[in-house]
């Protein structure tokens, strides 16, 4: 084949992917948000042929034998690159036998099927001989797959390109070393921030009138987005100028909804503001898991936790809410939306203790890979991190090892990428302050500016750059942990009026 | 081929349309409702390539020869019926050269963009050329496909399986002699039913309200059914038990969004109530437009528009709305809901002035397939009609000839399904009222006796019978445009005071 009929055939690949992709996404936050639960039996059974569908397309030898072929050529850095994200998707149908596949996906779904019961049931043990066979299965992947590398390692890679259990290590140690003992100092404190108020009772609807508010100070528009209610809030970019995020009420919390929309707006501006020229490609729809959880923790925590981004919006929260908040002040509600607990349930940390969450998911994947975990206690062995960092006494398995999702599908190596996006945040953080008086450009309105920053700095790139090439790129220096541990220990130690 | 492989065949091309069908159908509706402006290039790039491949798959060759096998053969009643609709939409592939049919694809889209612009500028001239070209495609496809049948009659049998023009002339013979009078007359006396009120100022927020009372009191469950906002008001079954309605609010007629609603309810029911075994298939998917209509009709006319009916909703719109209608009697409310007034477009037409609309284009459509018309001057035949019947005159070719989309596609013979739609609720009615006190149930809140009446006698059968044959199955008599003819009279000469 020539390149031209390799360039022809991938040109017209992507755009049939990009057109399923497409529907399928469409399909997907319509089923999410709105569609009625009677038809989810005829719906189901639509969207898992048209799955089948997308699969074949995507798995085409054709096509590997074409981005095989391309990625021998020089057709530039960028297109390059391109074709090097299409082949990595690939690397399991190129490196397992089919039969191999189709035995894990069957496995997977029956997995996931026990999960849902033992978490419901609180029963480990319906979960544990699925969990034991993936385990078994990621192993012999990794080693056909890259007989060269840990295994842990290949995973790792898959999730967050380049990282290793070697720079995670690093990373890790500090926050062991340095954030435990500060969530238990703290837990000591609990008196000394009052979070009460935000659990009295907060009528949806008027949420909703605020939720309003919310994306127009953060210029989240309905030109090219869409704010829908689903029972988990997430985002789902259709195209670049059609992302599609979610928020979901909690009467009991009225700060719930106010985050998850900040974070989502996150992850909406990333998929809006990638370069024309990489939309709908694997240059835009590849961006890792943790590149993109950097910029929804970046707006949600880093922006949208800070004093002056609440003066312009807590006052209308007050006026829905009169009887609720009008005799709290903004200091006080400020407060209330950092407290820090140490707490059993990963989704609902805080952002000090999230990363420890984290940490004890790492801890027990990496010895799970080196063969040192007891894989007959794995539950035993939660319970006993959860305790050791956080404190905690874990009453039930549904509440413990089995509260995640991701373990279910083997999802192995994909938890450690949400720590690492936060992390990321506190050094974009840092480089944002050197062009960027963000308190003043809050206060004015001026939202645009920290999104126009993070658009020429880093989001523009998309999936361009690995996570460490987009930090020096961003940032000018490599990634370093430091940043992070350091804002969180200086950011909590003054909230709870501990030592510096 | 063996009568088990065809099975098996066409079993699992229904499958493959299914699936399709029901995300080609839900993005479809996402688009009309909620799909940000700035996405619909990508979007509308993606939608017409998954087009392309349904297209292929509807007309796939091996499915013909499938369907052209299992015709002949003995299914059953139920089944041989099933194949024979599904061959009935592959008319057109059959018959024609497949360079004619892309030569009228092709018209066609050219055709619709200028029509859109036509009628923006009010510019006859600009679209009369492409209107003309697609007579000329018609009346040759007509004669290729059935060249032992009128031409108009072919596209008459499109749009309702088994009426002719015959059929039709002797339905609107009445309309024209019994109702044009009628309008006529009530035009002298626009004084005597006063609707103003229904056009103060009615804040949108609070007609949202009101519309969750409507599809309550009319059973339509979210169970089952979603109700969003688009331009225009639209069903859209995805499947039997997900049937997706809109509404459009409009601040200056309170009215409006309520009959909205009612109407396309109505469309709802008939997708839901469709029998099990038939769901999915073509005995479900393709009932004609004018037993759709039927049914949308009948709730709105003949149900909506009733006193009993506005009993129960309208206290509720008072207390939303208690300046606007505080002082309004229920009796004067029903009144200005049911005026009639001759105007200008088919689409705000009322109940009485609706079929002299349709009987406008179907005279038109007859004479071009007839070739008595002047086809140079079809802007002043329209108009002529207009003045004639109506009594109306037209200022431009804007609110004239150019006002629906209908020609732009050459969808000759649509339009006399939506006049036949009305006629057939009137002897509807008269066979549910020797079964059901309806004002009783409408007043005792029971509107399922209403649908499960619909159900029992009309909407279980999809697409099982023609519309003449349906008619007789639910009233037990031949279609008689009496009873409609009739109707309208005794309701308007009293509403409007005239002698009966």
Same mark, same amino acid.
């Not at 530039?76 to 090097?84: D, H, Q, T």
């Not at 995973?155 to 967050?160: Q, V």
């Not at 501006?269 to 835009?284: C, I, M, R, S």
């Not at 006080?332 to 998911?361: C, G, K, M």
């Given at each position: 084949?020539?390149?031209?009929?390799?360039?022809?055939?991938?040109?017209?690949?992507?755009?049939?992917?990009?057109?399923?992709?497409?529907?399928?996404?469409?399909?997907?936050?319509?089923?999410?948000?709105?569609?009625?639960?009677?038809?989810?039996?005829?719906?189901?059974?639509?969207?898992?042929?048209?799955?089948?569908?997308?699969?074949?397309?995507?798995?085409?030898?054709?096509?590997?034998?074409?981005?095989?072929?391309? +990625?021998?050529?020089?057709?530039?850095?960028?297109?390059?690159?391109?074709?090097?994200?299409?082949?990595?998707?690939?690397?399991?149908?190129?490196?397992?036998?089919?039969?191999?596949?189709?035995?894990?996906?069957?496995?997977?779904?029956?997995?996931?099927?026990?999960?849902?019961?033992?978490? /419901?049931?609180? %029963?480990?043990?319906?979960?544990?001989?699925?969990?034991?066979?993936?385990?078994?299965?990621?192993?012999?992947?990794? +080693?056909?797959?890259?007989?060269?590398?840990?295994?842990?390692?290949?995973?790792?890679?898959?999730?967050?390109?380049?990282?290793?259990?070697? %720079?995670?290590?690093?990373?890790?140690?500090?926050?062991?070393?340095?954030?435990?003992?500060?969530?238990?100092?703290?837990?000591?404190?609990?008196?000394?921030?009052?979070?009460?108020?935000? /659990?009295?009772?907060?009528?949806?609807?008027?949420? +909703?009138?605020?939720?309003?508010?919310?994306?127009?100070?953060?210029?989240? &528009?309905? %030109?090219?987005?869409?704010?829908?209610?689903?029972?988990?809030?997430?985002?789902?970019?259709?195209?670049?100028?059609?992302?599609?995020?979610?928020?979901?009420?909690?009467?009991?919390?009225?700060?719930?909804?106010?985050?998850?929309?900040?974070?989502?707006?996150?992850?909406?501006?990333?998929?809006?503001?990638?370069?024309?020229?990489?939309?709908?490609? =694997?240059?835009? /729809?590849?961006?890792? &898991?943790?590149? /993109?959880?950097?910029?929804?923790?970046?707006? !949600?925590?880093?922006?949208?936790?800070?004093?002056?981004?609440?003066?312009?919006?807590? =006052?209308?929260?007050?006026?829905?809410?009169?009887?609720?908040?009008?005799?709290?002040?903004? %200091?006080?509600?400020?407060?209330?939306?950092?407290?820090?607990?140490?707490?059993?349930?990963?989704?609902?940390?805080?952002?000090?203790?999230?990363?420890?969450?984290?940490?004890?998911?790492?801890?027990?994947?990496? &010895?799970?890979?080196?063969?040192?975990?007891?894989?007959?206690?794995?539950?035993?062995?939660?319970?006993?991190?959860?305790? !050791?960092?956080?404190?905690?006494?874990?009453?039930?398995?549904?509440?413990?090892?089995?509260?995640?999702?991701?373990?279910?599908?083997?999802?192995?190596?994909?938890?450690?990428?949400?720590?690492?996006?936060?992390?990321?945040?506190?050094?974009?953080?840092?480089?944002?302050?050197?062009?960027?008086?963000?308190?003043?450009?809050?206060?004015?309105?001026?939202?645009?500016?920290?999104?126009?920053?993070?658009?020429?700095?880093?989001?523009?790139?998309? +999936?361009?750059?690995?996570?460490?090439?987009?930090?020096?790129?961003?940032?000018?220096?490599?990634?370093?942990?430091?940043?992070?541990?350091?804002?969180?220990?200086?950011?909590?130690?003054?909230?709870?009026?501990?030592?510096?």
């Amino acid at each position: 084949m020539t390149r031209e009929e390799a360039l022809t055939f991938y040109k017209n690949w992507q755009e049939k992917k990009e057109a399923y992709g497409l529907v399928m996404s469409t399909a997907y936050y319509d089923q999410e948000t709105i569609a009625p639960q009677a038809g989810s039996a005829v719906r189901n059974k639509a969207l898992a042929y048209l799955s089948g569908e997308v699969y074949d397309i995507e798995t085409d030898p054709k096509a590997i034998e074409v981005l095989e072929f391309l +990625a021998k050529e020089d057709l530039g850095e960028e297109k390059n690159r391109e074709i090097a994200l299409a082949l990595r998707s690939l690397d399991n149908v190129r490196a397992l036998d089919k039969e191999e596949v189709v035995a894990f996906n069957e496995e997977s779904m029956a997995s996931f099927d026990d999960w849902q019961k033992a978490k /419901h049931e609180k %029963d480990y043990a319906r979960f544990e001989p699925h969990l034991l066979k993936l385990i078994g299965f990621s192993k012999r992947f990794a +080693a056909k797959r890259h007989p060269d590398m840990d295994p842990y390692d290949v995973y790792l890679d898959d999730y967050e390109e380049g990282m290793t259990a070697a %720079d995670y290590d690093r990373f890790f140690d500090l926050v062991r070393s340095e954030l435990s003992p500060l969530v238990f100092e703290i837990a000591q404190h609990q008196d000394r921030v009052d979070d009460s108020f935000l /659990h009295l009772d907060y009528p949806k609807e008027k949420q +909703a009138k605020f939720a309003e508010d919310i994306c127009k100070a953060l210029g989240f &528009s309905r %030109d090219w987005g869409y704010m829908g209610i689903s029972e988990h809030p997430f985002t789902n970019g259709i195209s670049k100028n059609d992302v599609r995020i979610t928020t979901a009420y909690d009467e009991k919390d009225v700060s719930a909804s106010l985050y998850s929309i900040v974070h989502e707006v996150g992850h909406a501006f990333f998929e809006h503001q990638v370069k024309d020229e990489f939309a709908g490609t =694997p240059l835009h /729809h590849m961006i890792s &898991s943790g590149m /993109h959880e950097s910029q929804s923790r970046f707006l !949600e925590n880093y922006i949208g936790r800070r004093k002056a981004f609440l003066k312009g919006l807590y =006052p209308k929260l007050q006026e829905y809410f009169p009887e609720q908040l009008g005799n709290v002040s903004l %200091d006080a509600f400020w407060r209330a939306v950092n407290a820090s607990r140490p707490s059993l349930i990963r989704t609902q940390a805080d952002e000090l203790t999230y990363p420890l969450h984290i940490l004890i998911r790492y801890e027990i994947e990496k &010895s799970i890979f080196k063969g040192t975990a007891d894989l007959e206690h794995l539950n035993t062995l939660w319970n006993e991190k959860y305790k !050791e960092y956080l404190g905690v006494d874990v009453p039930d398995d549904g509440v413990g090892i089995l509260q995640d999702v991701h373990w279910s599908g083997a999802s192995f190596g994909y938890f450690p990428t949400y720590a690492l996006g936060s992390a990321i945040g506190a050094q974009l953080l840092h480089a944002m302050e050197k062009d960027l008086d963000i308190d003043a450009a809050l206060e004015k309105g001026e939202f645009f500016r920290i999104t126009d920053w993070l658009k020429e700095h880093f989001q523009q790139y998309g +999936a361009r750059y690995t996570f460490k090439e987009a930090v020096v790129k961003a940032t000018g220096e490599e990634f370093d942990p430091h940043y992070y541990i350091d804002y969180l220990k200086k950011k909590y130690r003054t909230l709870y009026g501990l030592d510096q």
